[in-house]
């Protein structure tokens, strides 16, 4: 038998802050569009739990994790290899840390000890709410998003790529209580969340797509796991470049994949079991760089910000070696599902289906240690191998290699 608890609360700030996401962004949100919320799954199976925390949030910081982690363990007896910290990747919310500089993500502690309280509250609530129910999958397919790498002359460019098939893979896993009714839903889509650049805080299309879910099915909440989407975008697009969504665009692409869900599930649900178990492993991933410490230093007078704030941080976290990738696997009823604490490039979600056909995979979870991509794309340069070392506040880039070792962590 599994059992599932559900729990929802708001997280919307009570004061403007600066959203996380876009450099660009410099001054505190001027509205809420629509509230962002926490959303716990608790399932509980033959004495093995696993606790689902998702947020409609950039990321969960990876320090904010770890004090999480503990005070789950010392005041709801939650061990730190039983939780997954999952988020949409919304790019309209607030930041939960400071690993990264402060052009990316800041964290207001007022705000952070608020989120706290509210994520104690919710999987309170929810181990409370537990039942009994049965489980089933359905696959679909969905083609808002696009491939976003393209080389041009200078190299590498951040364009939409129609000669790169995307990852479009759509997987619903579905939870009926014993009467029949849908408890929970897990919609899982890789599609990077950053269709809105506005300054104005909303949970982006993910946020808009579960809110559809819970209205058409009273008494139910759904939670979206992020696919492996480093170099995936919402096919938003002006002539041959990529343009900011408007409000109408976020609801019009929240329909769309809901409306993929829904097809999915009446073209057929296979029944899961009753089995559960989560396990998490470490891989230590080495940084390349060609400088050294008195560089560093001399660019903290850099005329670029980012540069300045970039020096400043990898000196604060000690000018680190390396970073650890977790990849946690789970097992729900014969449905397997791969967590990481990095950007993943949707190559990592198609290695796993080879291991494991109908498997999903899921990034943002558990913290952020930045982009993983592919040994040709860190080859070819760009934004995700190379420019966004910077704003992740990483001591260098992950080097031709890197791939390998991650797809040695999820064959375990």
Avoid at 257 to 273: F, H, I, N, P, T
Avoid at 359 to 369: E, L, R, V
Avoid at 399 to 412: C, F, N
Wanted: with cysteine; aromatic share 10%; proline share 4%.
């Amino acid at each position: 038998m599994i059992e599932l608890g559900t729990s929802k609360v708001c997280i919307t700030p009570a004061r403007p802050l600066r959203l996380s996401g876009f450099a660009f962004r410099d001054s505190c949100y001027g509205c809420v569009r629509k509230d962002i919320f926490v959303r716990v799954m608790d399932f509980c199976s033959g004495g093995e739990r696993t606790t689902v925390i998702y947020g409609d949030l950039l990321w969960w910081n990876s320090r904010f994790v770890e004090r999480m982690r503990l005070s789950l363990e010392q005041k709801q007896g939650i061990s730190r290899e039983q939780v997954l910290f999952v988020a949409s990747h919304n790019h309209s919310g607030p930041g939960t840390g400071d690993t990264a500089i402060p052009l990316l993500e800041t964290a207001d502690q007022e705000y952070v000890s608020f989120l706290e309280a509210r994520i104690l509250e919710a999987v309170e609530k929810a181990g409370a709410d537990r039942e009994e129910v049965r489980m089933a999958r359905s696959f679909g397919q969905c083609g808002v998003n696009v491939y976003r790498r393209v080389m041009a002359g200078e190299g590498i460019r951040m364009m939409p790529n129609y000669e790169v098939e995307p990852d479009r893979n759509l997987t619903v896993i579905s939870c009926y209580r014993t009467d029949g009714r849908l408890k929970g839903r897990i919609i899982h889509y890789p599609c990077h969340a950053n269709l809105s650049k506005d300054n104005e805080l909303h949970p982006d299309y993910p946020g808009y797509l579960l809110e559809m879910s819970d209205r058409e099915n009273p008494g139910s909440m759904a939670v979206f796991f992020q696919g492996c989407t480093a170099d995936l975008r919402p096919n938003c697009v002006l002539g041959d470049d990529f343009r900011a969504g408007t409000p109408e665009d976020v609801e019009t692409f929240a329909a769309a994949v809901y409306g993929k869900v829904k097809l999915a599930v009446a073209s057929g649900e296979e029944s899961l079991g009753t089995e559960m178990a989560l396990g998490q492993r470490q891989v230590f991933l080495r940084l390349e760089r060609n400088w050294d410490r008195e560089y560093l230093e001399g660019l903290q007078q850099d005329e670029r910000q980012e540069i300045r704030q970039w020096a400043g941080k990898v000196l604060e976290k000690g000018i680190l070696d390396g970073e650890i990738l977790e990849v946690s696997e789970w097992n729900l009823g014969g449905q397997r599902c791969y967590f990481f604490n990095a950007e993943m490039a949707m190559h990592y979600a198609r290695t796993a289906r080879e291991l494991c056909p109908g498997s999903i995979c899921s990034g943002y979870t558990n913290g952020m240690i930045g982009y993983l991509c592919t040994d040709e794309q860190i080859r070819e340069g760009g934004y995700e191998p190379e420019g966004s070392a910077t704003y992740f506040g990483l001591a260098g880039t992950y080097p031709v290699g890197t791939q390998g070792l991650v797809e040695k962590a999820i064959r375990g």
